[in-house]
């Protein structure tokens, strides 16, 4: 006599209910980015180059090597959350200057983002994916 249980069914429903929640936990994701972005971009610059404002008001400048330092805040509410595929978690928007401030340009040093923000939101991203999945078999 033989008894056996078929392990590919009960694998193939587990999948199922972990791809079902995949979607909302990358969009959960996707928030903590956003909510890393302003953190990142919403600070005040460390150099000791002042600059006026456009519309009255002095703000610092960012050191090179450093995040840009919030001016107006275009930047920092440019982007929105959005989940790429059915589960990938990024930002879109962002402003046309945005890539030369990352990448800097012949007059301006960088002024990298996008690594801290992924380093802010990933400890909050990998308790997200972590986190016990609802799966039922039966």
Do not use: C
Not at 14 to 20: L, P, Y
Not at 66 to 88: D, H, I, K
Not at 103 to 119: H, L, Q
Request: no cysteine; proline share 8%.
């Amino acid at each position: 006599m033989l008894i056996s249980v078929n392990l590919s069914t009960i694998a193939s429903q587990a999948k199922a209910q972990v791809e079902a929640e995949l979607p909302t936990r990358a969009m959960q994701a996707a928030i903590y980015l956003g909510n890393a972005s302003m953190q990142i971009l919403g600070k005040v610059g460390t150099s000791e180059k002042v600059y006026r404002k456009p519309a009255g008001g002095t703000y610092n400048a960012s050191s090179p090597g450093e995040p840009p330092a919030m001016r107006t805040g275009t930047l920092m509410r440019s982007w929105r959350p959005m989940v790429f595929g059915a589960y990938n978690p990024g930002l879109e928007g962002g402003t046309p200057y945005a890539g030369y401030l990352e990448e800097g340009t012949s007059k301006m040093a960088a002024r990298p983002f996008v690594d801290k923000i992924v380093e802010t939101a990933e400890p909050q991203i990998t308790a997200i994916y972590n986190a016990p999945y609802n799966i039922h078999i039966g």
